[in-house]
Nanobody, 115 residues
Framework: QVQLVESGGGLVQAGESLRLSCVTS????????VAWYRQAPGKEREFVAG???????KYQDSVKGRFTISRDNNKNTMYLQMNSLKPEDTAVYYC?????????WGQGTQVTVSS
């Protein structure tokens, strides 16, 4: 069974930084793309950032220049470095991977940014 496990969430003040991690139970190259999504209270889940097998990255416009997605292939781990956090970044952040077995989701990690 393929699993994704997130960590690194927490409570920070506006302007501070956090780094989220997502560990995959199989080689990260198993996934065509691994990505971060988030869901704020009362809102739909939305795409935040993604990184493809070839290393290409994509970002939601609201996080461009503040968030950086990366991966460590040797550790089968994906990261989301979040700088200059804003209260509107408050959400549960989910790791997502598209694999031959389907789309896999992690359990989520809470990020709360106070003003």
């Amino acid at each position: 069974q393929v699993q994704l496990v997130e960590s690194g969430g927490g409570l920070v003040q506006a302007g501070e930084s956090l780094r989220l991690s997502c560990v995959t139970s199989r080689s990260i190259f198993t996934f065509t793309v691994v990505a971060w999504y988030r869901q704020a209270p009362g809102k739909e889940r939305e795409f935040v950032a993604g990184i493809y097998t070839g290393g290409q990255t994509k970002y939601q416009d609201s996080v461009k220049g503040r968030f950086t997605i990366s991966r460590d292939n040797n550790k089968n781990t994906m990261y989301l470095q979040m700088n200059s956090l804003k209260p509107e970044d408050t959400a549960v952040y989910y790791c997502n991977g598209v694999s031959p077995w389907g789309t896999i989701w992690g359990q989520g990690t809470q990020v709360t940014v106070s003003s």
